[in-house]
């Protein structure tokens, strides 16, 4: 451990991220964490800004916070702030995640102005509470929820009081106010108002009646107590309009009647059931009359007291209350727990349940409690190409088809965006969660149809489990979330298990990013070349430049490590900047060196973020100028989810870089989400076969369909086919019957560093560096 | 401002002739009081009080005091400050330890009572003994925020590590924040320096909590300290004989401009843990720091001439100094004799006093505060 490297911003993070995750709520957060990012800049004054608010600061009396000069210097991320009493400060502003719009802006006296390695550390330090806070907020809704059901019940244990005469009432009441407060499912609910009319007013037949929405004269039986199945088949083949509910609903009070087989509306079926008296008092919803509780009973000479009667009423009434809280509550409740989108349980629900899941697992020894966090790969290509509506429409599908992947008891859930989750439950070990996730993720990859489209999507699925029910509901959770971003950055392996080493794994991709910011500076990176080979003949016909970071502790990191960090924060446009510099005067070198051979072609991957970069035409027509290397010996390489963002835009880009001469190639072709036909809406000279549908290739296969395809579309659109990965020569030899014109892969040469490279050049494919150097 | 001082056993005398010729016939706006724990502290501070009228009255033990006639031990030293340049508020917070960052906020509010004159300082004494005194500077920056400094130091008692106390009016407590919000139509300096260098590899705060250090590197700390240090036997087993060691031996924290320097306190034998008296985080790195007469003395140097800078040309008329025991471990007696004689020279002539601590407190940019091993001086003007 004493080999530790890294700067003081390291230790300072890691310092941070220790001390916000004590805090159990988000003010205490939120003003915690202002002070540690004080602390760790040697800054005056922090504040966390929300609009026009001031959510947290540190370096004022708390009654004279400059809320309107923070703001203002946050919103317009001010490089100096002038403060009363500290005069001029630099300023330093990240936005924040979490809390929605807020910015985490520093402040600090002096000349010291914020370098890139403190802007990295704050921009880290900001994730991190991000992270935080968001895991809170959930945290604090569960407390709310549960503070506001306590309230609820509160609120009924008073309108029972009222309705109170007698101590039995009230205690049945009561208990009937508590099984709605405490969610009972409703038919629980009008069971126990029934029983219990049917004991306090000692009537062996009780039943509470409902209008049918669908036919509104009559009324449905919803609870009843002391009538035989074959007497109530029996009442239903009579008129809906007789006995004395109706009439109770008609007349909107209660109706008594004494001798019940004289009844001219009776119902015939009760009376040869042997029923002598009855009274209905109506059920009112919000107001409205919409049933009634009724109650009967076949004793010779049985009287209704006017205390039955009384206790009849204060029933009805409370069965009125029974009805529109509890239809409220369940409307409310499945408002407020389950995702408006997909009808799915949302997170809050979903560690509800989670929670109870753990608990029952510490009682029940042997069984496990899974969690998968389930993340779609390019969602957002979704919404980018296809709009926000297919983007739902997308999601309201696979959820449907998590649901349908799962067995009834385990729980799935919408975590927000295009996060799903599932809980696994009483499953008897890991291997039977990891087969759940196995099945999810088969039936989410199959295609979905929307507007015509036909959309992949292919699901990254981590998995935690606990097999004592001892770890917290929220941790066992951000386990998975670990392990889905570990499966996510894999993108083979079907899903992940957490392991405990994946946090040190998160905890590596903020150093990585504070250690990218001077690898940059530092020129830490190198390139290495693979050759792009013509098929026929195998002949060499250009290189694909790829980027290495060699980093001074870790050594070699590879590019799938560092390039998403890079494009995230914005070091990938100076990285790319000097890829393209450094490869176009390699090759610009090799060009020179043996003007015997034919043209070499130059393929250089150009980033979104790159692409978005003003300058970029600008270097470019430089880098040619300076070097004279020829345009037309130069490829620029743009993945396809790159394509789909921003059409219009990028197309734009792609015209104004056509026209220094250069050409443009697709990356990673076949792996988007959209049709063929938008090829021809791009100004692109080169396809590239993505390795999957190489890696599978066999004659007939599904894949060979799907390469023959992209083959046949690319000629039509007189586009050169390049296959990457190859790796074996019947998958060669496939390819060239397919007709692909060029290709790269193992097969030929691995990426190779220059003087590798020149070797290569000079030997031709089939050179191994170190077998044959001489 | 006025210092006197004396040695004399019985705390009524002492406190007569300390108070006596810091007092004389003026009336005081504060009186400061540092002294050693071994006097009947109720004696002692009733009789000062008396002696001064009343005046507002802070102060607290420590581990050796300081006067302008070189440092000293069993001694007390009354600072009068007076005159119609200052306004005055102090404050009192007990039952600290658990709260102590709520105490020291509480201790703060005293800024609000002072005249509204152009310069500012919070001067807080605590007990270095109750939790992690950085809580004390986060409490008070709370309160105060960015634009009044602060400055002051852990009371002690005599490197005993048992109990230290802190004065407030005639109230003698433990456990306790004493404060005086200073206000003042001169300028006031505040000079912080420690004079350490790292010595040897970093290692990896492994597990800690608060002031509390349970392992480097995956290691009992109290283990790889004693090893990496190559502590004497006495040390490995004594827990005076290894707080006499560690005062020398701190640990040293990165930080963005330099190293945090912690004094180590005490070894917990039990369960191998280092106890230190403010926070060392989890997941950091941590150093071994060494110093020597020499780099202990430029740090003095440099405390009393960054003070004094902050002076915008003004005269001293006095120096408030918070002295890190462990610096009077490195200098020794004659050391530290030759320390006061040099801070005395940059006084030129004006008064000094002050006192060896468990802490120093000491911000002026930033917002961090709280130092070991570190001179702070206040100079006043």
Redesign the interface.
Known sequence: ??T?SGG??T??L??F???IASYSEQSGALTGAV?RV?????????AIVQGDNVLAA?????D?IPTELLCRAAARDSATIEL???GVCRVSVVALETPKDARLLVA???DSEFVKE?AVLLRAMGRGLALTIRSLAALEEERHLRARSEAQSRENVRLVRQLQERQTLLERLAKIGQSISHRAPFAEVLDAIVRGASELVNAEIASFRLRDQANPDALVILAQVGLAPEVLADMAREPASRGVSPRSVAEDHLVVIADYPRFEGAVAALVRDGVQVAMAAPVRETGQVVGSLTVASREAGRVFTPAEQDTLVAFAEHASLALTDSKMAAAMQHQVLHDALTGLPNRTLFLDRLEHALARARREVGSITGVLFIDLDRFKNVNDSLGHEAGDQLLIQLGRRLRGSIREVDTPARLGGDEFAVLVEGVAELNDVIIVAQRIRDNLRQPVTIGGNEIFSNPSIGVATSSDGREAASELLRNADTAMYRAKETGTRPCVVFEPTMHAAVMRRLELDADLERAVERNEFELHYQPVVRLQGETIDGAEALVRWRHPVKGLIPPAEFIGVAEETGQIVPLGRWVLQEAIRQVGEWEAASTDRGPFSLSVNVSGRQLQDPDLIGQLTRMLDETGFNPAHLVLEITESVLMQDMTGTVARLRELKRLGLRLAIDDFGTGYSSLGYLRHFPVDVLKIDRTFVDDITEGSEQSAVARAIIGLSDALHLTTVAEGIETAGQLDLLRQLGCELGQGYYFSRPLLAKAFEALLRHGIGWKPGVSAA | MRVGRSAALDARAAGEEAAGQALGQDKASLVVVFCSDAYDLEQLIRTISERSGGAPLIGCSTAGEIGVSGPGDASVIVTALGGEGFSIATALATNASGRLRLASAEVAASVSRVAERPYKVLMLLSDGLSGDQQEVV?GA???????VPLVGGCAGDDLKMKRTYQFHGTQVVTDAVVGAAIASDSPMGIGVRHGWRRVG????V?GSADNRVFTL??KPALDIYLDRLDAPAGARMDGAAFTRFAITHPLG?????GEEVRFVGEANFEDRSLVCIAGV?????AWFMEGDDTSVLEATDAACSDALASLDGHRPVGFLAFDCIARRGVLGDEGIRREVSRIGLHAGGAPIAGFYTYGEIART????GFHNQTLVILALS
């Open positions: 451990m004493s530790y003081w911003s230790q300072q890691a310092e991220l220790t001390a002070e004080a602390e760790a800049l040697e800054a005056e004054v922090a540190v370096g004022f009396p708390p004279d009363p009493s500290l600090r006296t002096g403190e | 986060r920056y709370s309160v105060v925020g960015a634009a590899e970093p290692m990896l492994t590197d995956d924290l990165s930080r963005r401009s985080p989890q997941g950091g790195l940019n930033g917002v961090s």
